[in-house]
């Protein structure tokens, strides 16, 4: 484990995943710590894909491949270093394995800072290859609720047509239910999530702040870059997923070649893909 600190932020990240494991805030916990009732996870990191692949498989040259939800990345061990006192970096390089299921020579590095209040994320992906290499990448961080859900809501940088697109299984259907219209904020309800996540593709906002509507409690995520955000939690559990991602589920009529799965993104040979959001908590 490796803790990184501010004044009042102390943040620690486990090379598991380059996942998060603690977000202190002046003492007090604000992630999701996890819980075998409900999810077990705090804030994996997506990569290769976000979300699943048709049938768990995917077609690259020509060929045929096998790649779990989300990808391999949040069940891979990083090389982890600390890089000063409100710095860490974590960084997963292709291997044997990596390569059955994606078979590219890439590096991926999770660098972590703090100041202040805020938690700085940044993603580097590296093609290492001669070719354009295909991919997504996407964050997944749960927030700690103090209460139930209902108690909660989502302020937006603009008015939104809050349309989320249904689910079967792990593939995005065509249709979508429209929850509210034309506002900035979406008051948060656990019926929301009974069958899965909250998927938004057309947002024009790149900023939204869950909030305790009582105690005002919250935080903020920042997300230039990213063209789609998920709200998710599984129902009665006390925690609150906002995810920003660059890719999306295939779709109910995906042909299945990687190359034109939506949102897919290109790295050029031997160059560096960077995303990046950041969590302000208050």
Known sequence: ????????????????????????????????????????????????????????????????????????????????????????????TDNEETRKQYPYHFALTAIYKVIGTELSVEYLVENKNDDIMYFSIGAHEAYALESEVENYSVQFEFPEDFNAYELSGNEVCKTYRTILKNSDVLPLKDDYFSTDALVFKTLRSRKATLINNETKHGATLSFPGNDYFLIWKKPEALYVCMEPWSGIPDSVDSDGVFEHKEGILTALPHKTYTQSHTISFF
């Open 1 to 92: 484990m490796i803790t990184i600190r501010s004044d009042r932020l102390s943040v620690t990240i486990s090379p598991f995943g380059a996942e998060l494991q603690s977000v202190l805030l002046d003492g007090k916990e604000r992630l999701w710590q996890g819980n075998e009732k409900y999810w077990t996870g705090r804030a994996p990191i997506l990569f290769p894909i976000c979300g699943g692949v048709k049938n768990n498989t995917y077609i690259l040259g020509g060929k045929t491949f096998s790649l779990p939800k989300h990808g391999f990345a949040r069940t891979a061990t990083f090389e982890g270093k600390k890089l000063s006192e409100n710095a860490a970096a974590f960084t997963l």
